[in-house]
């Protein structure tokens, strides 16, 4: 059996869940989903951004927040001022 390293698991992981997030946002309203989209893409490349396992989500590790519920609330901001 191929052992697979952790990092690229987590990182599979990770892709994984943004890839559902965009299923989802693909679902929103025309103008919500491209404000989510651009948002989810800035969360996607942050360092800051993590698969928290217990929940099985994706959330900020600035403010705790949900990334799938943060990206497509318009009122939302981000804590490191990155969108
Ligand atoms: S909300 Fe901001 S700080 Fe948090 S993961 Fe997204 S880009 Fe990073």
């Keep these: 059996m191929t052992h ?11 892709n994984g869940a943004f890839n559902n997030l965009l299923d989802n946002i693909n679902l929103l309203p025309n103008e919500l989903s491209i404000l989510a989209k651009n948002r989810a893409e800035v969360c996607k490349s942050c360092e800051l951004c993590y698969f928290d396992k217990t929940l099985q989500s ?11 519920w943060k990206v497509s609330n318009k009122q939302e901001k981000c804590p ?3 969108w």
Excluded: A, Q, S, T
């Excluded at 697979?4 to 990770?14: C, F, G, H, M, S």
């Excluded at 600035?62 to 990334?67: L, P, S, V």
């Design 58 to 68: 994706l959330r900020c590790g600035k403010c705790k927040c949900f990334i799938n």
């Design 80 to 82: 490191e001022n990155k």
């Design 4 to 14: 697979i390293p952790e990092e690229i698991k987590i990182k599979r992981i990770v």
